[in-house]
């Protein structure tokens, strides 16, 4: 069955860095559109970024632009986040999620998340 | 941007119940439209996209409608399982997810 499962979450300082990885399985990775999106505690949702399977397109929300870095190694089905200057409006749990379609930017699968606290 | 608005925040209704959540784009977004529903702890579930499309293994009571800025998901019957938040997302130009509904118990 897919499975995508995120690492690397933490508690970490503001102003330091953190790297996200998304851990894909069940299906061929090298022809899927991943996404991250997270949630803050208690909050909704928010797109943040994503990678076309080639690596060669990325798009990022203008509240992560600058600062986060997506990233993907079809050899080894993973994705990450690379997420440079946190503040705590950051703190959330941050998720990986499957594009279902190839142009339509809805999500089929998704990971649980990991945690990512930005306290100082 | 597009703005996605739910409404109402919070629904309180009893097992059995058909039940109604609406989701207004302050612009259209054709049928670009996808439905979540997320329990507490748990990732978001694609239950509906394309507006109207239930997803793979999605039971038939939730339905799915509307075009351009007016959406709404139905739950024919609510069971048990279903007290949860729900959340539309449009995908006609970048992602933007509603507030949420918060279907809970009466």
């Known amino acids: 069955q897919v499975l995508l499962v995120e690492s690397g979450g933490g508690v970490v300082q503001p102003g330091t860095s953190l790297r996200l990885s998304c851990a894909a399985a069940?299906?061929?990775?090298?022809?899927?559109?991943i996404h991250w999106v997270r949630q803050a505690p208690g909050k909704g949702l928010e797109w943040l970024a994503v990678?076309?399977?080639?690596?060669?397109?990325?798009y990022y929300a203008d509240s992560v632009k600058g600062r986060f870095t997506i990233s993907r190694d079809n050899s080894k089905n993973t994705q990450h986040l690379q997420m440079n200057s946190l503040g705590a409006e950051d703190t959330a749990v941050y998720h990986c999620?499957?594009?279902?379609?190839?142009?339509?930017?809805?999500?089929?699968?998704w990971g649980q998340g990991t945690l990512v606290t930005v306290s100082s | 941007e597009i703005v996605m608005t739910q409404s109402p925040a919070t629904l309180s209704v009893s097992p059995g119940e058909r039940v109604t959540l609406s989701c207004r784009a302050s612009?259209?977004?054709?049928?670009?439209l996808a439905w979540y529903q997320q329990k507490p702890g748990q990732a978001p579930r694609l239950l509906i996209y394309?507006?109207?499309t239930r997803a793979t293994g999605i039971p038939a009571r939730f339905s799915g409608s509307g075009s351009g800025t007016e959406f709404t998901l139905t739950i024919s019957s609510l069971q048990s399982e279903d007290f949860a938040v729900y959340y539309c997302?449009?995908?006609?130009?970048?992602?933007?997810f509603g507030g949420g509904t918060k279907v809970e118990i009466k």
């Open positions: 999620a499957r594009q279902g379609d190839t142009y339509r930017w809805f999500f089929d699968y």
């Open positions: 069940g299906f061929t990775f090298s022809t899927y559109t």
């Open positions: 990678m076309s399977p080639d690596g060669t397109v990325k």
């Open positions: 612009q259209s977004v054709s049928t670009n």
């Open positions: 394309g507006a109207s």
């Open positions: 997302q449009q995908c006609d130009n970048g992602v933007t």
